[in-house]
Nanobody, 121 residues
Framework: QVQLVESGGGLAQPGGSLRLSCAAS????????MAWYRQTPGKQRELVAT???????NYGDSVKGRFTISRDNAKNTVYLQMNSLKPEDTAVYYC???????????????WGQGTQVTVSS
């Protein structure tokens, strides 16, 4: 019904930058909050950043001042600009969206497949 496709992961050096993208497609009526989470082996999935459909943002403490979340509502796409990367940012990053599909009266949770980000020299 709804697909979230992430791109932009890869390898970066400490202090470097990467930009992640996540495009939603399918039977979309409205997208509410969009977000990025990350997860490393053996740990719970961690909230990185969220953005409402009105553009209000919120960040996890570990990324404040370094990461910026944004979205393009016309393209149903959310971005994560990651600057000043640290080795501890290494994780699989997942896109999440609260999407109301055509014919439904409320939103449901959808997740992307995940994209690997590795920060290493």
């Amino acid at each position: 019904q709804v697909q979230l496709v992430e791109s932009g992961g890869g390898l970066a050096q400490p202090g470097g930058s990467l930009r992640l993208s996540c495009a939603a497609s399918g039977m979309i009526f409205m997208i509410f909050d969009m977000a990025w989470y990350r997860q490393t082996p053996g740990k719970q999935r961690e909230l990185v950043a969220t953005v409402t459909n009105g553009g209000i943002t919120n960040y996890g403490d570990s990324v404040k001042g370094r990461f910026t979340i944004s979205r393009d509502n016309a393209k149903n796409t959310v971005y994560l600009q990651m600057n000043s990367l640290k080795p501890e940012d290494t994780a699989v990053y997942y896109c999440h969206a609260d999407v109301q599909i055509l014919g439904n009266v409320r939103g449901d949770d959808y997740w992307g497949q995940g994209t690997q980000v590795t920060v290493s020299s």
